[in-house]
């Protein structure tokens, strides 16, 4: 299987459930990222991760718990969400490029969550 | 602040038609411009990207952006539409965090 495969692709849960998105790319990349799509608002990034190491929290709150094991999977745990919280998950990966914006980042197709 | 805008959230046009679809970006330095497809249930796809040289890129399934850095903007063309171009439409340049920073995305229906 090549590209970034999610799963699950569709998740319902209630707000004391604790459940996890798994993200796996067959590329060869060594960055991984999480993004936050809600309707109406920009894509917002969660985590990046560099050769297995975070370089990026954009103030998420401490209900969503990011892990990468190896540079292949990348991991959100997630634990006592808010309604507000619904909204599709996607997850990336890129080879870092000569320069730091220059990263191309291929997606996968996203895990959508909804949160009751 | 570095943003992109995409002013248009919906656009309309019929099969055949030409395409525009607006960008604009406010950033210190000229950036990586990119844009991207997203289809319905689907992620996001790579059409085209700007790093630099000719001002005028192409891309796949036809599209094609013209960076203009007195206008700061990055503008996505097609000459004819197709009815499976109908997809939501996201300009996006690099963050110093190797990250995309998108617009908030333009729809696009086609009418037959």
């Known amino acids: 299987e090549t590209g970034v495969t999610q799963t699950p692709r569709h998740l319902v849960m209630g707000m004391t459930n604790k459940k996890s998105l798994k993200c796996e790319q067959h590329?060869?990349?060594?960055?991984m990222y999480w993004y936050k799509q809600s309707a109406k608002k920009p894509l917002e990034l969660m985590f990046v991760?560099?050769?297995?190491?975070?370089?990026e929290n954009n103030s998420v709150p401490s209900r969503f718990s990011p892990e990468c094991p190896n540079s292949s999977h990348l991991f959100l745990h997630l634990h006592t969400l808010q309604p507000e919280d619904s909204a599709l998950y996607l997850c990336?990966?890129?080879?870092?490029?000569?320069?730091?914006?220059?990263?191309?980042?291929?997606f996968g197709a996203g895990s959508r969550l909804t949160v009751l | 602040a570095q943003s992109v805008t995409q002013p248009d959230i919906h656009i309309t046009v019929s099969e055949g038609a030409s395409l525009e679809l607006r960008c604009n970006y406010s950033?210190?330095?000229?950036?990586?411009l990119f844009w991207y497809v997203q289809s319905p249930g689907q992620g996001l796809q790579l059409l085209l990207k700007?790093?630099?040289?000719?001002?005028l890129v192409q891309g796949i399934k036809g599209f094609e952006a013209e960076f203009k850095r007195s206008q700061s903007s990055f503008n996505l063309r097609k000459p004819s539409v197709h009815w499976s171009d109908a997809a939501e439409y996201f300009c996006?340049?690099?963050?110093?965090?190797?990250?995309?920073?998108f617009g908030k995305g333009t729809k696009l229906s086609v009418k037959p």
């Open positions: 990336a990966s890129s080879q870092p490029g000569h320069s730091s914006g220059a990263n191309v980042l291929t």
């Open positions: 590329l060869g990349h060594n960055a």
């Open positions: 991760y560099n050769f297995k190491e975070q370089t």
């Open positions: 950033y210190g330095a000229t950036p990586y």
């Open positions: 700007y790093f630099s040289g000719d001002t």
């Open positions: 996006a340049f690099g963050g110093s965090q190797g990250n995309l920073i």
